[in-house]
């Protein structure tokens, strides 16, 4: 997103430095950080249960027909001798199941139109370590995705994945979307980002994903005024990723058609969503995280059933 700003351009030895002051900046607040990730994490789990999962549990779920490349130990013989079909027994998932968790962690997440509101990175980092105290409480391994590190469990996941976010070169500065990377079958990504990129790139990125059987939730984290666009009179915009400065002589001139389009855009990542059996949803930094982080479990517990 372009905003406001005054700030020049960077050449790549900035852009590394940069980089590194980044790191250094959340290596700094990370106790803070999983303060506040474990508060917002105990506040949604409050009144929620925990996930229904197909697994190798003990605990008898459903009857489905059977399906290639299920074990013949599945099978129920009792009940498919009741019908012509063959029938096996799900069982509720008490063996952990790998989640894949990524954030965006190029220049536009540093955005933030007001100094009372976080940075769009900071309220993704915020979600995404949330996220992980839950998926563990739950009994999940969980991992950072394009950080080259297997999914762990318990506090060790917890601690790896914090770790791993202060590391630049976990995802490189730059990379809007996630890299293609071999994952475990019938494992679930969940996305952090503006999601800004353009849809043909987001549609490869969730196409190469799903491709490898995998399922996944997206989520938009956007600033208030990349929603309303609330300037009036001249503006200078300048992109946060080496874009053009623009220059409009009357913002309000513009703003019905800038929200139409970002309109379209997101009506466009529902559809990539939808058309993939992905979930998606949209929060803005102005808004509580534990309602973003709700939605999200919410998704993710549908998912399961």
Known sequence: ??????????????????????????????????????????????????????????????????????????????????????????????????????????????????????????????????LTVLLIRGGERVALLNAGVRPDHGKN???????????????????????????PRHAQVVLFGDLLSPLPEIHATIAGLTGRGLRGHLLQILDPAEETLPYDGRVEFEGFEGEEELLVPRVEAVRDAYRERLRAHQDGLAALARAAGWSFATHRTDKPPQTALLGLWGALSLEAV
């Open 1 to 130: 997103m372009a905003g406001p700003s005054t700030r020049g351009g960077s050449t790549l030895g900035r852009d590394a430095l940069n980089a590194q002051q980044r790191a250094e900046t959340l290596a700094s607040r990370l106790p803070p950080l999983l303060v506040a990730a474990e508060r917002v994490a105990s506040t949604v789990a409050q009144g929620v249960h925990g996930r229904r999962r197909v697994g190798l549990g003990e605990t008898f779920w459903q009857f489905r027909r059977y399906q290639p490349g299920d074990s013949p130990s599945m099978i129920d013989w009792r009940q498919s001798a009741k019908t012509q079909p063959v029938y096996v027994r799900e069982n509720e998932w008490e063996a952990a199941q790998s989640v894949w968790v990524w954030r965006d962690r190029s220049a536009s997440m540093d955005y933030r139109s007001a100094t009372t509101l976080p940075t769009k990175r900071e309220r993704a980092d915020l979600l995404l370590l949330a």
């Open 157 to 183: 996941a917890l601690n790896r994945i914090a770790t791993l976010m202060t590391d630049p070169r976990g995802t490189p500065v730059g990379d809007g979307l996630p890299r293609p990377e071999p994952l």
